[in-house]
């Protein structure tokens, strides 16, 4: 028969056992949740490599512009001191 010490250490294991179980089943969660969004980082690369190029489309695009502004400036500058 056992002691009421050793049924408290025996209850008290039992309670650390589940709240272990709990942890455990939480960092599952965190893994899991953790390894779908790594799987999103090589598509986020693409896109940042799209966008890169985009963005150096577009700076040629205002650059051009703003030369062509530059020189109709000059231009309507030239017809109206004349």
Request: proline letters at 1%; zero cysteines.
């Amino acid at each position: 028969m056992r002691s009421k010490k050793e049924d408290s250490d025996i209850q008290m294991l039992g309670v650390l056992y589940e709240d272990m179980q709990d942890n455990i089943k939480k960092v599952l969660e965190i893994v899991k949740a953790q390894q779908s969004a790594m799987s999103m980082i090589p598509k986020m690369s693409e896109d940042i490599e799209e966008l890169k190029s985009d963005t150096k489309a577009v700076k040629a695009a205002v650059t051009a512009t703003n030369q062509d502004v530059i020189g109709l400036k000059q231009r309507v500058s030239i017809l109206e001191s004349v």
